[in-house]
């Protein structure tokens, strides 16, 4: 069974940043394919951003793409997400996921994904 924790949630104004951490309990990541999705109050689950095993490919969200960028560290057993010029749209509870994966392979539905984390909220004001 893998765990996902997240971490770096918080609260900014409009044009902020944040950095989102996941760190997963298992032996090693190297296998999994990793990603973030966002659920915000009302609203479905939406897709983030995804990155494949060695970190490349990598593919974002039409609404996030040149603002957000998904990495990892595979050593350390952590994704991150980085979030720069934050809009109150972007406003949600901000989830991890993992599976495990072939290669270069991406996935960006959640129902790919056998893990997932808690959760932490990002909240943005105007």
């Known amino acids: 069974q893998v765990q996902l924790v997240e971490s770096g949630g918080g609260s900014v104004q409009a044009g902020g940043s944040l950095r989102l951490s996941c760190t997963a309990s298992a032996r090693s990541v190297e296998r999994f394919v990793m990603a973030w999705f966002r659920q915000a109050p009302g609203k479905e689950r939406e897709f983030v951003a995804v990155i494949s095993r060695g970190g490349s490919p990598t593919y974002s969200g039409d609404s996030v793409k040149g603002r957000f960028t998904i990495s990892r560290d595979n050593a350390k057993k952590t994704v991150l997400l980085q979030l720069n010029d934050l809009q109150p749209e972007d406003a949600a509870v901000y989830y991890c996921?993992?599976?495990?994966?072939?290669?270069?392979?991406?996935?960006?539905?959640?129902?790919?994904?056998?893990?997932w984390g808690q959760g932490t909220q990002v909240t943005v004001s105007s």
């Open positions: 996921a993992a599976t495990p994966a072939i290669l270069t392979v991406i996935y960006t539905t959640e129902e790919s994904f056998n893990y």
